[in-house]
């Protein structure tokens, strides 16, 4: 309850700490490798395989990927059996975003801050009944560069968020409709009285998450959050698939920083618990014995 916490240095140190220490305990990392199929042998988890013909084995296989993907297919026929499959309807929201380096002007950013708009109801309408990008978005700004406490920075980082759809694997956006969007969503700024004038912009949309997320539409969030149950219907670290685990935003506890790095913790745990539980003894004869009255047997006096 003391607000939302921050990585000094930024997130990526987060992934450089984690790094360094598995480095340090022997892990082989291969960054940007890119994996075809999860192998299974005899119904359980054998390995991987890389685009490259490279084939790696292994007793446990960890998933970092939306279970979609592995439902759908996109890691063999043979691991796709692993997960249920899950509906698009089921899917949490899409974004589009803008990367800026910038500068601020006339409102006093903090790090997070919302802008709401004056119809939410028909924000939503658009988004979840209509499949489009809204007239007048809610807008999230995170101002990267600012410790919690008000100011403008001469150049700074800021993450702008819209609402959209999560379609991005079956349409794409029309550079028009994009247009309008970011039309729209900085009027909504500046109605608040927040002006940015950027000096790099990069845009990203729905399509272009599905692109590096695939299988999801972009959904950001996993499974939608909708009704009180829906937290656990999200998969679990264990799989139908011995050997296979998850981890991420997709599964179980949920989307976001904090909740994806204890699903990871959660994979490990479940996987050491599972290799400690394994059978590994040869089975073996062995001859002779004593043979010996049963415990139940009451000796005469």
């Not at 996109?74 to 500068?103: D, M």
């Not at 309408?125 to 995170?142: E, M, Q, R, S, W």
Request: net charge neutral; hydrophobic share 40%.
């Amino acid at each position: 309850q003391d607000g939302v916490w921050i990585v000094d240095g930024g997130m990526q140190r987060l992934a450089d700490g984690l790094t360094a220490c598995a480095q340090s305990l022997g892990v082989t990392f291969r960054f940007g490798a890119h994996v075809s199929t999860i192998d299974v042998d005899r119904g359980r988890a054998s390995g991987v395989s890389l685009s490259d013909g490279t084939r790696l084995e292994a007793a446990t296989v960890i998933c970092n990927a939306d279970p979609a993907s592995l439902a759908s297919g996109l890691f063999g026929y043979a691991a796709a059996s692993s997960v249920p499959p899950s509906s698009p309807s089921n899917r949490s929201l899409s974004a589009v975003t803008w990367a800026i380096r910038g500068k601020a002007h006339s409102f006093p950013l903090i790090r997070h801050n919302v802008f709401f708009s004056d119809d939410y109801t028909s924000e939503f309408d658009a988004i979840l009944k209509n499949g489009t990008l809204p007239n007048d978005p809610t807008v999230y700004v995170c101002a990267q560069d600012r410790d919690g406490t008000a100011g403008n920075a001469e150049d700074e980082r800021m993450l702008v968020l819209a609402n959209a759809p999560a379609l991005g694997d079956t349409r794409e956006f029309t550079t028009a409709e994009l247009d309008t969007c970011e039309t729209n969503v900085f009027n909504r700024l500046r109605r608040c009285g927040l002006e940015i004038t950027q000096a790099t912009m990069t845009r990203t949309t729905p399509a272009d998450f599905n692109r590096l997320f695939p299988a999801t539409g972009g959904a950001l969030y996993g499974r939608a959050t909708h009704g009180w149950a829906a937290s656990f219907s999200r998969p679990g670290s264990r799989t139908k698939i011995p050997g296979l685990y998850l981890a991420g935003g997709g599964v179980h506890p949920g989307a976001g920083i904090p909740m994806a790095a204890l699903s990871g913790q959660q994979a490990a745990l479940s996987a050491l618990a599972d290799r400690a539980s394994i059978f590994r003894s040869r089975r073996a004869a062995m001859p002779g014995g004593t043979s010996t009255r049963s415990a139940t047997t009451n000796s005469r006096a």
